[in-house]
């Protein structure tokens, strides 16, 4: 029950949290043909038509196709993981309205199953740079920073949609809407450079892209500023501390909306 | 008045496993729900602000010792079902206190933590985690209650496959494994053959032998009348008798043959 503070029935419940995520993971691909493979396949398959459509457009890229890549990556796992977190409450609900299990650890698995996701399909990274002739030598500590900011970001957005979501079961389709429009202010499939003087303030001011200079600083061998690091650790983990103290308040409350 | 006095053990002093003070539950009605945000922004907030709330339940005292048995009986739509889930840990109590000394294992609709698309082993893990046992224990306990289950041939079959018999007895088998301080019992007994059932209510009295407190709700008055140490009929969320067993069930009877209508609580 309600014993303890949240992040000790978080660790009661570890075990059940690491089991909704492989369920997650091993039900998708479970009867497909390729498997684990279709979650590289997406974002490859991305990269081409991207590639194709758009690297005449932005000639001034070095190897567009890796360009886009280590965007479109990171920006998979972030949309996916938070729309799906957005649902998963509401899914669990025949699960929440029998057995008491913390609520955390829906929302948690499912951003927990997405990074698991992420991690393999950097594996595959190498061979894209290798194919494109990029360089592949990842700056590790930056990409690992880069990778602790992203999961958290994730992780507090996640959590904010979730509790949300119970509320008010539209949040998941404003929010896909926002994520639509946020693809487009994010630097993912263009050059920063591209963009005219008068919105030039647009990356500066969006979370998504800085974290997108960390991992492309890591991967692609961008120029990352001084203050950067720290600036993403900051509202990265920021993010994450009101996600949590949110739900966590909110949590009262969602027996009477499942 | 169809009231029986409370039974010797709810004196002060004498604290229960299961302990119940003054439970009130409000609970949100469904009518004024302003399920979405496009709602709530076209119709602000003097809407939202409408939701009424209905008592559940109120007024509800009652303990029960280790290895006690309370039989809850009412009508549909008493407040059984919330009185269990109140139990459970999943609605908080509006005034009042419940606690109770111990893990509580819930068995309310038996399979409801399953997941069909798994197979049973994988069900076996994710649901004994979810009743807040760790992986090892589980691992364990693996064997035993496939065999309490006898499921052996069948655990590494998507569940999708199975019967709801073969699902009942997995659920039961897993709910039980680790005896816990409060067993939730909701007419989940209906489900299972014969022999099912017959496992079931010898390993609920092994379980009540070793400390486990158990309430049950059951319309199986017969069933409740040979298990049960104490009684709890509920109408429209009140106490209308608790105690003795067969005095609240006379009671309880003797309204059903009148067709219903008002009780004084």
């Excluded at chain 2, 111990?102 to 399953?114: D, R, Y």
Aim: net charge positive; proline share 4%; glycine share 8%.
């Amino acid at each position: 029950m309600l014993r303890g503070t949240p992040l000790a029935r978080l660790a009661r419940f570890r075990d059940c949290l690491w089991l909704l995520a492989a369920r997650a993971l091993s039900v998708r691909y479970r009867r497909s043909v390729l498997g684990f493979a279709w979650t590289l396949f997406y974002p490859l398959g991305t990269m081409v038509i991207l590639s194709l459509v758009f690297s005449q457009l932005f000639v001034g890229v070095d190897h567009y196709s890796f360009y886009v890549i280590t965007g479109v990556l990171p920006w998979g796992f972030f949309s996916l993981a938070s729309i799906q977190a957005a649902d998963s409450l509401l899914a669990a609900s025949p699960v929440l309205r029998k057995v008491y299990v913390p609520t955390v650890v829906f929302p948690a698995s499912v951003v927990a199953a997405n990074f698991v996701n992420l991690l393999l399909s950097l594996l595959v990274l190498p061979l894209v740079a290798l194919a494109t002739g990029a360089q592949a030598l990842p700056s590790f500590w930056l990409l690992a920073l880069a990778l602790a900011c992203l999961l958290a970001f994730t992780g507090g957005v996640s959590l904010l949609l979730a509790a949300v979501n119970l509320f008010f079961q539209d949040v998941r389709y404003f929010f896909e809407g926002i994520l639509l429009l946020w693809f487009y202010a994010t630097p993912i499939v263009y050059p920063v450079s591209v963009l005219p003087e008068h919105l030039s303030w647009l990356p500066a001011i969006n979370p998504f892209a800085w974290i997108l200079l960390l991992m492309r600083g890591a991967l692609y061998g961008s120029v990352v500023p001084a203050g950067a690091p720290l600036l993403c650790v900051a509202f990265s983990f920021s993010v994450l501390a009101i996600g949590w103290l949110l739900f966590h308040r909110l949590e009262r409350r969602f027996y009477a909306w499942l | 008045m169809a009231l029986v006095p409370t039974a010797a053990r709810a004196k002060a002093g004498q604290r229960g496993v299961v302990q119940v003070e003054e439970l009130a539950v409000r609970l949100r009605s469904e009518t004024h729900r302003v399920r979405s945000l496009r709602e709530y922004l076209l119709l602000g907030r003097r809407h939202v602000g409408r939701v009424s709330w209905f008592e559940a339940l109120s007024g509800i005292t009652v303990s029960l010792q280790a290895g006690e048995l309370l039989g809850v009986v009412g009508d549909n739509g008493a407040g059984k079902t919330t009185f269990l889930r109140v139990l459970a840990g999943i609605v908080p109590p509006s005034e009042g206190r419940v606690s109770v000394a111990g893990a509580i294992a819930p068995l309310v609709e038996m399979g409801a933590g399953f997941d069909v698309e798994l197979t049973g082993r994988e069900n076996v893990f994710l649901y004994g985690a979810m009743l807040g046992l760790d992986r090892r224990r589980i691992a364990g306990l693996f064997d035993a209650m496939v065999d309490f289950a006898g499921l052996q041939d069948s655990m590494d079959t998507a569940v999708k496959n199975y019967s709801s018999g073969m699902v009942a007895r997995l659920g039961f088998s897993v709910a039980t494994a680790v005896p816990p301080a409060l067993l939730l019992v909701d007419e989940a007994l209906a489900v299972g053959d014969a022999n099912f059932r017959l496992r079931c209510s010898d390993r609920i009295d092994h379980l009540r032998g070793q400390g486990t407190a158990v309430v049950l709700v059951s319309h199986d008055l017969e069933l409740v009348r040979s298990q049960a140490d104490t009684a709890l009929w509920l109408h429209k969320g009140r106490v209308a008798a608790v105690g003795e067993v067969g005095a609240v069930l006379a009671a309880y009877e003797a309204q059903l043959e009148r067709g219903g209508g008002e009780v004084a609580a």
